[in-house]
């Protein structure tokens, strides 16, 4: 089994910046890679940012692209979010997940963490 654990969120006000970090223990020896995804109040999840170990390949939404940016240590099966100038819209649950295949999804998830952007 593969636990993933998020930390970071908040509530901060338009402009704003956060770092979203995640952490996967366990049986991790198949991760090729973690990701960020979001789900906002009434709707379906979606994909942040991605990166992919071999070759340390990154993708992000064109809606963060520009503003977050997502990082992390293979070696330590880490993961970073830094998102600046964070927009109303941004407000959502964001979870990590490992394992991951940019823009569809992952095999291991995290529970989330809650980052709210006032206007």
Request: net charge negative; aromatic share 12%.
């Amino acid at each position: 089994q593969v636990q993933v654990v998020e930390s970071g969120g908040g509530f901060v006000q338009a402009g704003a910046s956060l770092e979203l970090s995640c952490e996967a223990t366990g049986r991790t020896f198949n991760n090729n890679g973690m990701g960020w995804f979001r789900q906002a109040p009434g709707k379906e999840r979606e994909f942040v940012a991605a990166i992919i170990w071999s070759g340390n390949k990154v993708y992000y939404a064109d809606s963060v692209l520009g503003r977050f940016t997502i990082s992390g240590d293979n070696a330590k099966n880490t993961v970073y979010l830094q998102m600046n100038n964070l927009k109303p819209e941004d407000t959502a649950v964001y979870y990590c997940t490992v394992e991951v295949v940019p823009e569809s999804g992952g095999d291991y998830w995290g529970q989330g963490t809650q980052v709210t952007v006032s206007s």
